[in-house]
């Protein structure tokens, strides 16, 4: 089915004639994930019935990406696959929307399991665990080895890019802020120019029985420091409930060891931790903007709004790198959020309450949930969002009156003028009250938006 994309089959016919010859497309099938792209699967099968088994990624139609962005992926694409790395071959590069809805490139299916959970925890998959740390770094030496004029010569300053970026969201974030006190207090040495993939994590590499079989989703590629991407490998979020540090894989150690090996350049612990904590804010901020998109009208959707919650995981994350002292102290002492429902109040609209109905809504999303395909990933998305939902109103307002009183003791009233303080120098950002302070809000948010996590 073409998931209310009647016309998307001819379109991709249209445009593939010209390269590949008569053909009809099979109705594209909208595959799950991807919040910023949509990725469609299909095949192209001409009169004598050779199948080209093919994908499209696109622009959702009414948010374009910038100007020349799918050329830079597809010039990047190409360029590393130039140095051995695996990457789907790109079939046809379209800038403009006519085609097909939206700007996109057509690639080549590859086969493999891209789900990180299946990755980390099937059977099938237990020799490829134990090859992955280095292939990925050998496919991190040769996207590295590219020269990063591919896609452009401006190397920006990555803090001043993050402080721009942040300070364009009406959000502020106390913990936000000591991370990019920390991260421009402690600059490490430039550890050269490349090509850097930008979002190189388990999600974004097919995997099969053998290990990596492609490298995949090149739309944050830029160039910049090869050290950001092997950081943003360690980034806690990408370990997905497992323990070792490298994508939940390995250690930091034999990352660096296993890239060295590669041919990749020196790049020592303390650089590796600081792109780490880098890379941790940095997935706050994409949050920040993922889930703006949908705030602001440009793409409505309930897998945008709830990334905004996922600010909290980031922001304990943070602390776990930055502050464990406070980290472990603020979780001890926070209060615990009650499962029990509290005894129904009828008002002025009586039964249900606003809680029954928020729980009738989620048990109906998560039973739809148990049907498969694409519109049960929304569902239990939704789900899940309903569940903050009833976490917030069982204890939001405790919460909140426990936060209250904590600023006030320090003479503020609210996270944005706690924000301001840490960023005018008021309150010194490697303090122990300073960071309890910030703790403790984190983990009440936490304890709201994914109470597990702060196990994990």
């Known amino acids: 089915m073409s998931d209310g994309e009647p016309d998307l089959a001819e379109q ?15 109705a594209p099938t909208r595959m799950s994930g991807g919040a910023s792209r949509e990725t469609w699967s299909f095949d192209a099968v001409t009169p004598d019935g050779e199948r080209h088994e093919l ?3 696109r622009d959702p139609p009414g948010r374009p990406s910038g100007p020349g962005a799918m050329g830079r992926e597809a010039a990047a694409m190409r360029a590393a696959a130039a140095e051995g790395v695996p990457v789907p071959e790109v079939v046809v590069v379209e800038e403009h929307p006519a085609p097909w809805g939206g700007a996109g490139v057509v690639m080549r299916r590859v086969g493999g399991e891209a789900l990180p959970r299946r990755i980390l925890r099937d059977d099938r998959y237990e020799s490829a665990r134990a090859v992955l740390v280095g292939q990925a770094t050998s496919a991190l030496a040769g996207i590295h080895r590219v020269r990063p004029e591919v896609v452009g010569d401006r190397i920006a300053d990555p803090v001043v890019t993050m402080r721009t970026l942040l ?24 550890s050269g120019a490349s090509l850097v993939h930008g979002d190189f994590r388990l999600g974004n590499l097919m995997v099969d029985e053998a290990g ?17 991407d092997l950081g943003w490998l360690c980034v806690r979020a990408w370990r997905f409930g497992r323990s070792p540090s490298v994508a939940g894989l390995g250690t930091r150690e034999e990352l660096l060891e296993a890239y060295r090996a590669a041919g990749g350049v020196d790049i020592d612990a303390a650089v590796l931790r600081w792109w780490e904590v880098y890379g941790t804010l940095r997935w706050g901020a994409i949050c920040l903007t993922q889930t703006a998109a949908h705030l602001q009208g440009a793409l409505r959707s309930v897998e945008l709004a709830a990334i905004g919650r996922r600010v909290a995981e980031t922001e304990w994350d943070l602390l776990l790198l930055l502050a464990p002292g406070a980290a472990e102290r603020a979780a001890s002492s926070a209060a615990d959020i009650s499962e029990a429902d509290p005894e129904p109040v009828p008002g002025l609209h009586g039964r249900p309450t606003v809680g029954e109905l928020v729980e009738a809504v989620r048990e109906q999303l998560a039973a739809d949930a148990e049907h498969g395909g694409r519109g049960s990933y929304r569902s239990r998305v939704a789900a899940n969002a309903l569940r903050i939902v009833e976490r917030e109103l069982r204890s939001g307002a405790a919460q909140q009156q426990r936060r209250d009183a904590a600023l006030r003791g320090v003479g503020l009233t ?27 809000g984190v983990v009440d948010r936490v304890k709201v938006s994914n109470p597990g996590y702060l196990e994990n």
């Open 12 to 26: 991709l016919a249209s445009a593939l004639r010209p390269l590949l010859g008569p053909l009809v497309v099979d």
């Open 212 to 228: 990596l079989s492609s490298v995949l989703d090149w739309e944050l590629v830029h160039p910049g420091d090869p050290a950001e």
């Open 414 to 440: 609210d996270e944005a003028e706690l924000t301001a303080a840490i960023r005018a120098g008021r309150m010194a950002a490697d303090s122990d009250e300073l960071l309890d302070l910030v703790a403790s």
């Open 55 to 57: 994908v499209l990624r």
């Open 167 to 190: 300070d364009a969201f009406d959000e502020p974030v106390p913990t936000f802020e000591v991370a990019l006190q920390w991260l421009d207090e402690r600059r490490p040495p430039a």
